[in-house]
Nanobody, 124 residues
Framework: QWQLVESGGGLVQPGGSLRLSCVTS??????IGWFRQAPGKEREGFSC????????NYVDSVKGRFTISRDNAKNTVYLQLNNLKPEDTGVYYC???????????????????WGSGTQVTVSS
């Protein structure tokens, strides 16, 4: 069964950290992207990891604060979120793309398989 399941979201104060996990089933050779959707806004892609974990990319707004990684032995992709800001609030989704490498910018239509999301709230 092809599936992606996110976990690790929660409420955190500004400057705090969270680690999100995306457990995958059936996507070992796929690149995995992370997206987020803030209330009233479109879903935006901000990071991707390639099939073997050697390729990663980030949008400028999260570069230096977020780190994506994957452990294929555990079928899990991780997203470490540091120095969180209120504007990072949203539902975070992982998604799978049928390609080994990552696109230069992750767009919604690039990814065919999606998890159901995990809520991240950054507030004091």
């Amino acid at each position: 069964q092809w599936q992606l399941v996110e976990s690790g979201g929660g409420l955190v104060q500004p400057g705090g950290s969270l680690r999100l996990s995306c457990v995958t089933s059936g996507f070992r050779d796929y690149s995995i992207g992370w997206f987020r959707q803030a209330p009233g806004k479109e879903r935006e892609g901000f990071s991707c990891v390639g099939g073997n974990g050697g390729i990663t990319n980030y949008v400028d707004s999260v570069k230096g604060r977020f780190t994506i990684s994957r452990d294929n032995a555990k079928n899990t992709v991780y997203l470490q979120l540091n120095n969180l800001k209120p504007e990072d609030t949203g539902v975070y989704y992982c998604a799978a793309r049928a390609a080994w490498n990552c696109p230069r910018e992750s767009q919604f239509d690039d990814y065919a398989y999606w998890g159901s999301g995990t809520q991240v709230t950054v507030s004091s």
